[in-house]
């Protein structure tokens, strides 16, 4: 499956941005998808995840409560709702699909990336 996110953008601290990632190619509501961000000179990191079928999410603790994860399978796109963001959550954030139907935090679980949009927060 090939993934492209979108939604980036430069926001400041408490603000919202929600990003969005399509896909294409072999069926996507077969697969679990996820979110992971990197920033620079640190390792890339989880942020949340989701079933296939919407049933079941799970986030990091520095996002719980913040973010909300949510896929629609008719339109192939997975989102992140951020809300009350923080300078910390600067990085660029990919979206990946799962291997599983189900979600995981372990990046190995993912065998597809998409490119990555940049989140800016300012204080």
């Known amino acids: 499956v090939q993934l492209q996110a979108s939604g980036g953008g430069l926001v400041q601290a408490g603000g919202s941005l929600r990003l969005s990632c399509a896909a294409s190619g072999r069926i996507f509501s077969n697969n679990g998808m996820g979110w992971f961000r990197q920033s620079p000179g640190k390792e890339r990191e989880f942020v949340a995840g989701?079933?296939?079928?919407?049933?079941?999410?799970v986030y990091a603790e520095s996002v719980e409560g913040r973010f909300t994860i949510s896929r629609d399978n008719a339109k192939s796109t997975t989102y992140l709702q951020m809300n009350s963001l923080k300078p910390e959550d600067t990085a660029a954030y990919y979206c990946?699909?799962?291997?599983?139907?189900?979600?995981?935090?372990?990046?190995?679980?993912?065998?597809?990336w998409g490119q990555g949009t940049q989140v800016t927060v300012s204080s």
């Open positions: 990946a699909a799962s291997i599983r139907p189900y979600t995981s935090r372990r990046s190995t679980d993912f065998n597809s």
């Open positions: 989701i079933s296939w079928n919407g049933g079941s999410t």
